[in-house]
């Protein structure tokens, strides 16, 4: 019996051994992996954030055009009202030059 305690005993001891150092292995394994993954949160968390600034700068860009638009729109009319002002007052001007040559 005691030849195959022996043995059996070193063999126990390596297997504990083994499954300390499997343990140990496996928990650095597992605190490299929740490491990397909190990297990667923070990662996204920036880019997430970075999103939501290009976003918001979009908009206020797509509502400054549509005020730009509207502002140029305006101009556009006022400037042909102008014109039409201007063509209405020349005419007049001709005309009344035109009256002051034949009296």
């Known amino acids: 019996m005691e030849v195959i305690e022996k043995p059996a005993m070193i063999a126990a001891l ?3 051994f083994a499954s300390i150092g499997t343990k140990a292995g496996t928990a650095h394994l597992i605190w490299r992996m929740k490491h990397q ?3 990667v949160a923070t990662i996204k968390q920036e880019a ?4 939501k600034l ?6 206020v860009a797509g509502q400054n ?3 730009l638009t ?5 101009l556009e009319k ?12 020349k005419q007049e ?11």
């Open 14 to 16: 390596l297997l504990m």
């Open 48 to 51: 997430l954030t970075r999103l």
């Open 70 to 74: 509207i502002k140029k729109v305006k």
């Open 93 to 103: 001007d001709d005309a009344r030059k035109q009256r002051d040559e034949i009296e």
């Open 37 to 39: 993954i909190n990297h």
């Open 78 to 89: 006022r400037l042909n009202r102008m014109n039409k002002d201007m063509d209405d007052i």
């Open 54 to 59: 290009a976003q918001s700068q979009k908009g």
């Open 65 to 67: 055009k549509t005020l």
